[in-house]
T-cell receptor, first 111, second 109 residues
Framework: GENVEQHPSTLSVQEGDSAVIKCTYS??????FPWYKQELGKGPQLIID?????GEKKDQRIAVTLNKTAKHFSLHITETQPEDSAVYFC??????????FGAGTQVVVTP | DTEVTQTPKHLVMGMTNKKSLKCEQH?????MYWYKQKAKKPPELMFV???????INESVPSRFSPECPNSSLLNLHLHALQPEDSALYLC????????FGSGTRLTVV
């Protein structure tokens, strides 16, 4: 089955700096790679996703890159703000349903 | 309406109790899911329903019994749970991408 590794497990950044989270996956047939943000007491919220036919996608301060050859994908958050503090999960799947999540990254943005 | 609604938000139950978790969505998604999330861990898939039929059961113990009465509703019936089943239970639905509910925080005493 699919195995997703996520690094780092914790990330502290100063407000305004950039944050980068990296994930690797094992199943070359995986074709869908979403990123979720989970705040305390809430369910995961989809913030951006990318499919295997695209190498990069950007939405305002958030971008995701995918390297299919190396089987890794990354989340980039620019100009971080305190409200970006949360746990971020990467995931991979063949289609959406059977998502395999990474272990998560606790991001702390200090003012 | 772009939400997945889960009730109750919190539930405390004894090991001999029977309870149900409910999930509702009105986005026309035909796939619905139950995930279990322990503290500081990622969500783990339990069940997948596709067009109201159970398509994936990730070897979940029979004390968890899912039900999909129609395309908008998903239930999870609980019976004879163990303290280690205490967790956040998340419902999700999808078409091309998934939406999670806020979850039910379950405590088994």
């Amino acid at each position: 089955g699919e195995n997703v590794e996520q690094h780092p497990s914790t990330l502290s950044v100063q407000e305004g700096d950039s944050a980068v989270i990296k994930c690797t996956y094992s199943d070359s047939a995986s074709n869908y790679f979403p990123w979720y943000k989970q705040e305390l007491g809430k369910g995961p919220q989809l913030i951006i996703d990318i499919r295997s036919n695209v190498g990069e996608k950007k939405d305002q301060r958030i971008a995701v890159t995918l390297n299919k050859t190396a089987k890794h994908f990354s989340l980039h958050i620019t100009e971080t703000q305190p409200e970006d503090s949360a746990v971020y999960f990467c995931a991979a799947s063949r289609g959406w349903g059977k998502l395999q999540f990474g272990a998560g990254t606790q991001v702390v943005v200090t003012p | 309406d772009t939400e997945v609604t889960q009730t109750p938000k919190h539930l405390v139950m004894g090991m001999t109790n029977k309870k149900s978790l409910k999930c509702e969505q009105h986005m026309g998604h035909r796939a619905m899911y139950w995930y279990k999330q322990k503290a500081k861990k990622p969500p783990e898939l339990m069940f997948v329903y596709s067009y109201e039929k159970l398509s994936i059961n990730e070897s979940v113990p029979s004390r968890f019994s899912p039900e999909c009465p129609n395309s908008s509703l998903l239930n999870l019936h609980l019976h004879a749970l163990q303290p280690e089943d205490s967790a956040l239970y998340l419902c999700a639905s999808s078409r091309y991408r998934g939406t999670f509910g806020s979850g039910t925080r379950l405590t088994v005493v």
